[in-house]
């Protein structure tokens, strides 16, 4: 493993230094608050443990504007930059936080042609939305202005049977602030390219990230 774990039983503090989130390793931790050794014995008896993602899971989907219908976009390499990947954590009954070591790196990932729809009213497609990275494991951190950028690689053409593609171009967009990476939480960023080539964001979406069906949970009998 690529970080060390400690257990304070005086404070009832538990430590995760050194932890490397580009390891792709993910975290989960199960409080057992109720067992502080003054129970009467629980032998014999299940012992329900329901672990929680403590990372932040982020995810970035692209579509084409409408009015750059005529383009025929594929996408060769995604990349986040600029975030930090290595950090500390440590949890209390009373509090649970991340603390980055301060030093930034970035993420990338090589995509076999990915090609993007135009973005439509239709929920049960996604709005036309393609996923170019999913589930990818950070540390929550705060997104300060022009701190982390999304950097993707594409070529397009007209969409012509006989045009060729204009290949080497890449979009550099930083993240939007609107908000911070939490523990726990899955964060879509969701963007679309307009007739210029431009890239915007629209407002992330946040849910907690959870595992159906319920297999957080580990019962031990």
């Known amino acids: 493993k690529n970080y060390d774990v400690t257990w304070n039983n005086t404070t009832k503090e538990l430590k995760i230094e050194n932890f490397d989130a580009s390891s792709g390793i993910d975290l989960l931790h199960s409080p057992l608050t109720g067992l502080d050794g003054s129970e009467p ?7 329900v443990m329901n672990f929680n993602h ?3 899971n982020v995810n970035v989907e692209l579509v084409k504007a409408a009015e750059n219908s005529n383009h025929i976009i594929r996408i060769t390499q995604v990349a986040i930059s600029g975030l930090c990947t290595k950090g500390n954590y440590s ?14 790196t970035y993420i990338s990932k090589e995509i076999d042609n990915i090609f993007l729809n135009v ?3 239709d929920a049960s497609d996604n709005y036309g939305y393609t996923s170019i990275l999913r589930d990818v494991l950070c540390i929550p951190q705060d997104i300060n202005e022009n701190s982390i950028y999304l950097v993707v690689a594409y070529d397009f ?6 045009a060729d593609y204009i290949t080497g171009n890449s979009m550099i967009v930083a993240l939007p602030t609107t908000y911070n990476w939490g523990i726990g939480e899955k964060v879509t960023y969701r963007a679309t390219i307009d007739a210029h080539m431009n890239l915007e964001f629209g407002t992330p979406g946040i849910e907690a990230w959870v595992e159906e069906p ?3 949970t580990i019962i031990i009998k």
Do not use: Y
């Open 41 to 47: 014995e629980i032998s014999g008896r299940p012992l």
């Open 54 to 56: 403590i990372l932040t």
């Open 91 to 104: 949890w209390t009954k009373e509090n649970a936080q991340w603390d980055t070591d301060g030093s930034s």
């Open 119 to 121: 973005k439509s009213d």
């Open 157 to 162: 053409k007209q969409d012509d049977a006989t």
């Open 214 to 216: 319920e297999s957080g």
